[in-house]
């Protein structure tokens, strides 16, 4: 359409002469009207009932197809280019608003006499004269095809995604669904469109859904969550919601299985992670009863919430074989106590062919589908009944905890009936733990049966020490927490023939039961060639070097050698000479009365045992007063992976200066636990001796 030419200004420039206002007349609203209409690209029709003509503009007649003069102003010519499938409810729609004198208003398709189709979208309303009947129809049609189209597009879009979508009007009706939210949700299209949401899906109603769809639409935002609803769907969903002018459009994926799998993997990495725990718990020391039962409790916290709702942990006593429930937790822990004492009073209420009892007896692992219906009866009344009532237990799986062929105890898993009974694969693990702690159980009892009789072999060998009139002697021997073998680890103390003491320490290269055969010559020669009584340290060692040589002992060893001797001057002078000789060993240290230590010798001796016979020894001498000290101790008490030997011997002294207002025997038990307060990595002998004040 070509504009109209803007007039010029006047001549020398002057400004043109501002338009004057059309004037407002009927023809000139009328070009108005026809002017809009036309840009809009709407054609009119006006349809005279009475007469049955039906008057086209120009822009309606082209738009169904009709050249100039060919369309014949009847209704029938307005059907007859009508699609088939569009026609009865066109026409419908049209007598619809003659009947009422109302509205018209339809969507169809047009087929052109080329083939071509177009949609159109049509709108009027019906006049009546005075007795109310209509006489006219005025109303106009527009082309929608592009946007039907588009729509097309975007419809062919939406059913070939294989995500679910559907879209809500302002009044929460269906106005569009997808394929594939026909299979997410279990409804046809025609059961779904137009119904409203909260109708068709009443368990939406206060939900996750409800909650987040109101959100979107209040405050114009898309809300992204996931949302279960129950059965008949019994889904899982992730969900996008997003607002717009028209309503409501849901974008939704069915993640059950994703959620499953998800579910699947923290289960199977919480199993892992419980294995892991319960090896780790069991590798700490065992061996007695209290020991036991500690690690057993922390079992029983770890394997709960994973393989149960609670859990009671039954031992066999490794003296008399009964049996106890040791170990419970509930993972609620308001019935933390409840399960103790159901735990405390189970054994001798319940029957004998009961579960425990059974996988006790028979070795076998045993699952209780209904712990109600095979149980409780066999309860008595009173307060096992009613802590079981108050734990509620539906389902309960029994493993023994077997080992070497031995029963000793029994795993009893518990669940609740918000929790379904234990799969394979819960059932797997629970075995698994069942067999670790059970493993774990019987190592740690074989290896206190082992570390004791080593024990009690060393210290057969290590005889009491003599208690001679001038003096105290305290001889100490404990082996290491972890080693279940004798050692080369020895002390020895007794009296000369002329009366003074000679006090031995000494460590055997090695830590077997060859190196405590040998400590033991080593110990009966040293004693032999020291008792003569005319031999200083520094001599003994060197006779006891040449007979490891000569006898072909092949083995090396440390030991201090010290001698406490007096003469009758020192005895009335309250004065004492210690005289000693170190092959290698930790240096001795000397606690005098006021309370002052001293490090006997270099912190490293002459050359160890065993190494060269012909090795110049030799022997250092100190006098004292009555009332000091002598301690000589292995290196197990001051070296080990955690300290160095230097380190140590400087604890040692401090420690020893600290602790010396103490009688000499808990002096000794002192020391030990105060530089090994995490128990002996290491063999310990110690062998000390106070001096009894003059008179």
Same mark, same amino acid.
């Given at each position: 359409?070509?504009?109209?030419?803007?007039?010029?200004?006047?001549?020398?420039?002057?400004?043109?002469?501002?338009?004057?206002?059309?004037?407002?007349?009927?023809?000139?609203?009328?070009?108005?009207?026809?002017?809009?209409?036309?840009?809009?690209?709407?054609?009119?029709?006006?349809?005279?009932?009475?007469?049955?003509?039906?008057?086209?503009?120009?822009?309606?007649?082209?738009?169904?197809?009709?050249?100039?003069?060919?369309?014949?102003?009847?209704?029938?010519?307005?059907?007859?280019?009508?699609?088939?499938?569009?026609?009865?409810?066109?026409?419908?729609?049209?007598?619809?608003?003659?009947?009422?004198?109302?509205?018209?208003?339809?969507?169809?398709?047009?087929?052109?006499?080329?083939?071509?189709? /177009?949609?159109?979208?049509?709108?009027?309303?019906?006049?009546?004269?005075?007795?109310?009947?209509?006489?006219?129809?005025?109303?106009?049609?527009?082309?929608?095809?592009?946007?039907?189209? +588009? *729509?097309?597009?975007?419809?062919?879009?939406? *059913?070939?995604? /294989?995500?679910?979508?559907?879209?809500? !009007?302002?009044?929460?009706?269906?106005?569009?669904?997808?394929?594939?939210? &026909?299979?997410?949700?279990?409804?046809?299209?025609?059961?779904?469109?137009?119904?409203?949401?909260?109708?068709?899906?009443?368990?939406?109603?206060?939900?996750?859904?409800?909650?987040?769809?109101?959100?979107?639409?209040?405050?114009? *935002?898309?809300?992204?969550?996931?949302?279960?609803?129950?059965?008949?769907?019994?889904?899982?969903?992730?969900?996008?919601?997003?607002?717009?002018?028209?309503?409501?459009?849901?974008?939704?994926?069915? %993640?059950?299985?994703?959620?499953?799998?998800?579910?699947?993997?923290? !289960?199977?990495?919480?199993?892992?992670?419980?294995?892991?725990? %319960?090896?780790?718990?069991?590798?700490?020391?065992?061996?007695?009863?209290?020991? &036991?039962?500690? @690690?057993?409790?922390?079992?029983?916290?770890?394997?709960?919430?994973?393989?149960?709702?609670?859990?009671?942990?039954?031992?066999?006593? @490794?003296? !008399?074989?009964?049996?106890?429930?040791?170990?419970?937790?509930?993972?609620?822990?308001?019935?933390?106590?409840?399960?103790?004492?159901?735990?405390?009073?189970?054994?001798?209420?319940?029957?004998?062919?009961?579960?425990?009892?059974?996988?006790?007896?028979?070795?076998?692992?045993?699952?209780?589908?209904?712990?109600?219906?095979?149980?409780?009866?066999?309860?008595?009344?009173?307060?096992?009944? *009613?802590?079981?009532?108050?734990?509620?237990?539906?389902?309960?799986?029994?493993?023994?905890?077997?080992?070497?062929?031995?029963?000793?105890?029994?795993?009893?898993?518990?669940?609740?009936?918000?929790?379904?009974?234990?799969?394979?694969?819960?059932?797997?693990?629970?075995?698994?733990?069942?067999?670790?702690?059970?493993?774990?159980?019987?190592?740690?009892?074989?290896?206190?049966?082992? /570390?004791?009789?080593?024990?009690?072999?060393?210290?057969?060998?290590?005889?009491?020490?003599?208690?001679?009139?001038?003096?105290?002697?305290?001889?100490?021997?404990?082996?290491?927490?972890?080693?279940?073998?004798?050692?080369?680890?020895?002390?020895?103390?007794?009296?000369?023939?002329?009366?003074?003491?000679?006090?031995?320490?000494?460590?055997?290269?090695?830590?077997?039961?060859?190196?405590?055969?040998?400590?033991?010559?080593?110990?009966?020669?040293?004693?032999?060639?020291?008792?003569?009584?005319?031999?200083?340290?520094?001599?003994?060692?060197? &006779?006891?070097?040449?007979?490891?040589? +000569?006898?072909?002992?092949?083995?090396?060893?440390?030991?201090?050698?010290?001698?406490?001797?007096?003469?009758?001057?020192?005895?009335?002078? +309250?004065?004492?000479?210690?005289?000693?000789?170190?092959? +290698?060993?930790?240096?001795?240290?000397?606690?005098?009365?006021?309370?002052?230590?001293?490090?006997?010798?270099? &912190?490293?001796?002459?050359?160890?045992?065993?190494?060269?016979?012909?090795?110049?020894?030799?022997?250092?001498?100190?006098?004292?007063?009555?009332?000091?000290?002598?301690?000589?101790?292995?290196?197990?008490?001051?070296?080990? /992976?955690?300290?160095?030997?230097?380190?140590?011997?400087?604890?040692?002294?401090?420690?020893?200066?600290?602790?010396?207002?103490?009688?000499?025997?808990?002096?000794?038990?002192?020391?030990?636990?105060?530089?090994?307060?995490?128990?002996?990595?290491?063999?310990?002998?110690?062998?000390?001796?106070?001096?009894?004040?003059?008179?």
């Amino acid at each position: 359409m070509t504009l109209p030419e803007q007039r010029p200004g006047s001549p020398g420039g002057a400004p043109p002469r501002p338009l004057s206002p059309l004037p407002d007349d009927p023809e000139v609203s009328r070009l108005r009207f026809e002017l809009a209409i036309d840009a809009a690209g709407i054609g009119s029709f006006d349809w005279d009932l009475e007469s049955g003509r039906l008057t086209w503009d120009e822009q309606l007649q082209a738009l169904f197809g009709f050249t100039e003069g060919e369309f014949d102003s009847t209704i029938d010519a307005f059907a007859a280019r009508l699609h088939p499938d569009d026609r009865e409810r066109t026409l419908q729609a049209l007598q619809g608003a003659i009947d009422t004198c109302g509205e018209y208003a339809a969507e169809f398709r047009a087929v052109l006499p080329s083939g071509e189709i /177009r949609w159109v979208q049509g709108r009027g309303r019906a006049l009546a004269d005075a007795s109310g009947v209509a006489v006219r129809l005025l109303g106009a049609g527009i082309d929608t095809t592009q946007v039907r189209e +588009g *729509e097309a597009r975007v419809s062919r879009v939406l *059913e070939t995604m /294989r995500s679910a979508f559907f879209a809500l !009007d302002r009044e929460w009706r269906f106005t569009y669904v997808n394929a594939e939210a &026909e299979r997410v949700l279990h409804r046809s299209r025609e059961e779904l469109l137009g119904g409203v949401v909260w109708e068709l899906f009443p368990a939406a109603v206060g939900s996750d859904f409800e909650s987040h769809y109101r959100g979107a639409v209040e405050t114009g *935002e898309e809300q992204v969550f996931e949302a279960y609803y129950p059965p008949p769907l019994d889904a899982w969903y992730e969900v996008r919601a997003w607002p717009g002018p028209d309503g409501l459009s849901v974008y939704f994926l069915d %993640v059950t299985e994703r959620r499953a799998a998800a579910q699947q993997a923290r !289960d199977g990495a919480a199993r892992l992670a419980l294995l892991a725990e %319960v090896s780790a718990l069991m590798s700490t020391a065992l061996g007695s009863a209290v020991a &036991e039962e500690r @690690a057993l409790q922390r079992v029983a916290q770890a394997v709960v919430p994973v393989l149960g709702d609670w859990v009671v942990l039954t031992l066999a006593d @490794a003296v !008399d074989g009964r049996m106890r429930d040791v170990a419970s937790w509930h993972r609620d822990p308001a019935l933390r106590a409840a399960t103790a004492t159901y735990a405390g009073l189970r054994l001798a209420s319940i029957a004998s062919d009961a579960p425990v009892l059974q996988a006790l007896g028979s070795g076998r692992l045993l699952t209780v589908a209904d712990v109600q219906a095979v149980i409780r009866p066999t309860l008595p009344e009173g307060e096992v009944r *009613e802590v079981f009532d108050a734990l509620a237990p539906r389902s309960a799986v029994t493993l023994p905890l077997l080992a070497r062929g031995r029963t000793l105890g029994a795993l009893s898993l518990y669940r609740g009936p918000d929790r379904p009974a234990a799969g394979d694969e819960d059932v797997r693990t629970a075995r698994e733990v069942a067999d670790r702690v059970a493993l774990a159980l019987d190592n740690a009892r074989l290896f206190d049966q082992q /570390r004791r009789l080593a024990e009690a072999l060393q210290r057969s060998m290590l005889t009491a020490p003599p208690q001679p009139d001038h003096a105290e002697i305290v001889v100490r021997y404990q082996p290491a927490v972890q080693v279940a073998q004798v050692g080369g680890d020895w002390y020895d103390a007794f009296l000369q023939p002329d009366g003074a003491t000679v006090l031995v320490i000494g460590d055997v290269v090695g830590h077997d039961t060859e190196a405590a055969a040998t400590m033991g010559q080593l110990r009966g020669m040293l004693r032999g060639i020291a008792h003569r009584g005319d031999h200083p340290p520094d001599a003994v060692l060197g &006779e006891l070097d040449a007979a490891v040589d +000569g006898l072909g002992l092949h083995t090396m060893a440390t030991a201090v050698v010290a001698r406490v001797e007096q003469t009758p001057e020192q005895r009335a002078a +309250g004065r004492t000479t210690l005289r000693w000789s170190n092959a +290698g060993h930790p240096p001795p240290l000397l606690l005098t009365p006021s309370g002052q230590v001293r490090t006997l010798g270099t &912190e490293r001796g002459e050359l160890m045992l065993g190494v060269d016979p012909g090795a110049r020894r030799s022997s250092s001498a100190v006098e004292v007063p009555r009332g000091s000290t002598l301690l000589l101790y292995t290196d197990g008490l001051v070296e080990g /992976r955690d300290l160095l030997l230097d380190d140590g011997i400087e604890l040692l002294r401090t420690a020893l200066a600290q602790l010396a207002h103490l009688p000499l025997e808990r002096l000794c038990d002192a020391l030990v636990t105060r530089l090994r307060p995490e128990g002996l990595q290491d063999d310990v002998a110690l062998v000390a001796i106070r001096l009894h004040p003059r008179g």
